[in-house]
């Protein structure tokens, strides 16, 4: 990410402007979440590296009561909220899941769309959010179960050995392997991308944000990780010096219908006022794919099944190209 100092320091001030608006009460409880949350991470190997490199990057980490997810990052403005709502232990997972997000962006591999740059095609944006999507879920869920089945141990239990690098490999198949989230993914990132080109206005996913706050998010760019190059999807599998998780996929693997097929086109069509005219942009996206006006489009995902599910969605709802 090309950090923004500018920008940086004026989302920071207004983060504080928004804390100093909270009562004496409702930042002691947030601390001592944050704290609580601090002291299990590190219980884990991997997590204490994570909150190790949070720390000494000056990520902040706050508690949200306005969103519904687990938690989030905000790209290029390292910060970090954690859901109010959530449990204690899920929030162990989900301040792992985030750090990895902020530290995919310090190494220039969390893609970041910016209205002043050059936007990638639609489908290569879903798949670099498939690939980091998995990095982070992989670490997240690596390190929340390593912690549980610690804090099982202290009370009498028998924790189990987990090889480190086989969870998280695991669980980086175990991403694309599971429909349903990927299928999440799929859909907030199209709607993301729509919004970006001015396609449809679209309301923040899980709620929004409570520390939402005016900045020209324009300022901020990162071409994220090139899923044309499987080398730069490998180094998602960095662990701080401590190998590779990713070195034991095969060669190629990034072509491999796992990872780069079968994309949730079909549940745009539930919403016809906002989301056909998403699918209908994206059908005229991947024609020009179909009809070799740009042949280098393809090399994105060479998949004949996902071209062939696309012109079926394409002929079935009778949407222009």
């Not at 990095?135 to 929340?144: E, F, I, Q, R, Y």
């Not at 179960?145 to 050995?161: F, Q």
């Not at 929004?208 to 599998?237: A, M, P, T």
Request: charge should be negative.
């Amino acid at each position: 990410m090309g950090y923004n100092k500018k920008v940086q320091k004026e989302w920071l001030a207004n983060i504080a402007d928004i804390l100093s608006d909270q009562n004496d009460e409702r930042r002691a409880s947030d601390q001592k979440r944050i704290h609580a949350v601090r002291e299990m991470i590190v219980l884990d190997p991997l997590g204490r590296k994570l909150l190790d490199w949070a720390d000494e990057n000056g990520i902040v980490i706050l508690v949200d009561n306005q969103t519904t997810s687990g938690g989030y990052y905000v790209s290029g403005l390292n910060t970090i909220g954690l859901s109010g709502m959530d449990k204690d232990y899920n929030l162990v997972g989900a301040l792992a899941h985030e750090i990895r997000h902020a530290w995919q962006d310090s190494e220039g591999l969390l893609t970041c769309l910016s209205s002043k740059y050059p936007l990638p095609k639609v489908q290569e944006y879903m798949l670099q959010t498939r690939f980091f999507e998995a990095d982070a879920h992989a670490v997240g869920n690596k390190v929340k179960k390593s912690v549980i089945n610690l804090v099982l141990d202290s009370t009498g239990h028998e924790a189990k050995n987990l090889d480190e690098k086989l969870e998280l490999l695991k669980g980086f198949k175990a991403f694309f392997k599971d429909r349903s989230t990927k299928d999440l993914y799929d859909k907030i990132k199209l709607r993301d991308y729509a919004d970006r080109i001015g396609i449809v206005e679209t309301k923040p996913p899980f709620g929004g944000s409570e520390y939402d706050n005016e900045v020209d998010f324009s300022k901020l760019h990162s071409k994220g990780v090139d899923v044309n190059d499987e080398n730069s999807i490998r180094k998602l599998g960095s662990l701080f010096g401590d190998g590779n998780y990713l070195d034991d996929l095969p060669e190629n693997f990034h072509r491999n219908q796992l990872y780069c097929g079968d994309f949730a086109f079909s549940s745009l069509i539930k919403d016809k006022r906002e989301d056909s005219r998403i699918l209908d942009y994206l059908m005229q996206d991947f024609d020009m794919a179909l009809t070799g006006k740009k042949i280098e489009h393809s090399k994105i995902d060479p998949d004949a099944v996902l071209f062939r599910r696309v012109k079926h969605l394409q002929n079935k709802h009778k949407l222009k190209s």
